[in-house]
């Protein structure tokens, strides 16, 4: 071999090593970076009629291992569905209270029967009066504290989906970017590796907000895909379009809240997981259907009591809610919101024993009453044993059963429905609240730990494959030096021989 192949095939491995030691050092300042995954350069030994010629640097590439990536993508919108469930469904148990702890609405209920009971021992008792109106009152205000946290929930989710579809919508843009240099870069032959772990990083932002799919094209570019198959633009020119609005009881999507579209076309059913979806789930289905069961609850109260004669509770006009709409709830939703003690009762708490209002009697509801006139006995109790009887039992009647609560076509739109069957009295009725809300909550935490941990499992996989290893890079490093101090000295040896070589032609 001649000098001058040697001197040039010692200085193409020292350019060849100076690149390498340049990549491990930015390697190294990642290894802390989420999602940064290390990147290496290839290289080939080259050869001419059996004699080497140095060796051919590559571009950087990225190792990554895509299926493991793509796990754990899908278990980000997992976690970040059951994160968002788990806060926005603690915020109402803090308000519903632990099911026979005093404060949750099975135990106002028993509270507001106990009352009863007491005022039974003596009818005229002005005190024992005003203890029930006072029972009733915390009942109604319990019951309109639940609709309002219900309330709050659904338009902290509408207004959390607002921010997230925004969020989406610039991520997906950022995507869209480093694709299409991804694209140029690819064209030209040039590196795409930094590129390539820019581009993770913005999926694995998305994949927190909303369940995707990442599908990566020959020329570099990447396609994004929802669960249902809904291609999302990454163009940046079109994009998700949602309005906010102000969520009500009675507001339902579709209807009053307007929908997430693309394109002019409604695909808000087509954004689900993470915690987009999630939002989306508690603002038109969860938190709807607790608002649904409570209105369901109220009106019940209301009109068992006033099928015995006391009408109790009332809407803020003083009137009870009609059933039988189309759909079932449409004369009462939002009840619970609104439901008060009967002025006329606050007034006069002696109505409590007397009697608001007559009932004729019917062989399928409740038998007649008349309500103590001014100048009756003092010890009327026959409005309250009826109450204590019927009211809180489980019929009308004797031997004829109350009206089964309302458990489906429930809400404005008719489309809700409770998860258990149908009570059969007002506590059982507010346990089953209780206990459904209770139960949802505590599988949302459950299953957060357990998905949590399936997504800590994954991305430390994931890590250990595709992330920076120091102690791999280290070593690597050592490796190059050692290969830099042989080149070196190749490149000393021959830039002696030249020396002695130019001595020897000039003496």
Do not use: C, K
């Not at 340049?22 to 995954?37: D, F, H, K, R």
């Not at 793509?70 to 976690?79: L, M, Q, T």
């Not at 002025?343 to 006069?348: E, I, K, L, M, Q």
């Amino acid at each position: 071999m001649s000098l001058t192949g040697a001197l040039a095939i010692a200085s193409g491995g020292l350019w060849n090593i100076n690149q390498q030691l340049a990549l491990i050092s930015q390697n190294v300042a990642n290894a802390s970076t989420p999602e940064y995954a290390v990147e290496s350069l290839s290289q080939q030994s080259l050869a001419s009629g059996g004699q080497p010629m140095g060796v051919e640097t590559g571009v950087a590439t990225l190792n990554i291992n895509q299926a493991l990536q793509a796990s754990v993508f899908s278990e980000n919108a997992n976690a970040s569905a059951l994160q968002t469930t788990t806060t926005a469904l603690s915020a109402i148990d803090s308000v519903m209270g632990t099911p026979g702890s005093g404060q949750d609405l099975g135990s106002l209920v028993t509270d507001l029967e106990n009352a009863f009971s007491t005022l039974n021992n003596d009818p005229s008792d002005p005190t024992q009066q005003q203890a029930v109106v006072q029972a009733a009152s915390e009942l109604a205000t319990g019951i309109n504290t639940l609709s309002a946290a219900y309330t709050t929930g659904r338009q902290n989710a509408e207004n959390a989906i607002v921010s997230e579809v925004g969020t989406i919508n610039t991520t997906l843009a950022s995507i869209g970017t480093i694709s299409n240099q991804i694209v140029a870069a690819q064209a030209e032959g040039e590196s795409t590796a930094d590129l390539e772990n820019q581009l993770d990083q913005q999926e694995q932002t998305l994949s927190g907000l909303i369940n995707v799919q990442f599908l990566p094209q020959s020329n570099g570019s990447v396609l994004v895909m929802t669960a249902s198959g809904l291609q999302l633009p990454t163009d940046g020119t079109s994009a998700l379009a949602v309005s906010p609005a102000t969520v009500g009881p009675g507001a339902a999507y579709p209807g009053s809240i307007p929908p997430i579209t693309l394109g002019g076309v409604d695909v808000t059913d087509q954004l689900t997981g993470g915690s987009l979806g999630a939002n989306i789930t508690l603002r038109d289905q969860t938190l709807p259907d607790y608002q649904a069961g409570l209105d369901e609850f109220s009106e019940n109260l209301a009109t068992r009591f006033a099928a015995q004669g006391l009408t109790l509770f009332t809407d803020g006009s003083g009137n009870v809610p009609t059933g039988g709409g189309s759909p079932v709830q449409s004369g009462y939703v939002g009840f619970s919101s609104e439901i008060e003690v009967n002025p006329a009762v606050t007034a006069n708490p002696a109505l409590v024993q007397d009697g608001t209002n007559a009932i004729a009697g019917s062989p399928t509801g409740a038998a007649s009453f008349t309500p103590n006139p001014p100048d009756g006995p003092a010890g009327f109790d026959t409005l309250i044993s009826n109450v204590l009887n019927y009211t809180f039992g489980t019929d009308v009647q004797a031997g004829v059963a109350q009206p089964a609560p309302n458990t489906t076509g429930l809400g404005p739109l008719g489309t809700l429905s409770l998860p258990f069957s149908a009570p059969t009295t007002l506590e059982s009725f507010a346990t089953s609240l209780v206990g459904q809300e209770a139960n949802d909550s505590a599988n949302a935490s459950s299953n957060l730990t357990t998905t949590e941990a399936t997504q800590t499992a994954l991305a430390n996989q994931l890590s250990a494959s595709s992330g920076v290893s120091i102690d791999q890079q280290m070593s690597q490093m050592v490796a190059l030096q050692n290969s830099y101090g042989a080149n070196a000295q190749i490149i000393a040896a021959v830039q002696s021989m030249w020396t002695d070589l130019l001595n020897a032609v000039t003496e």
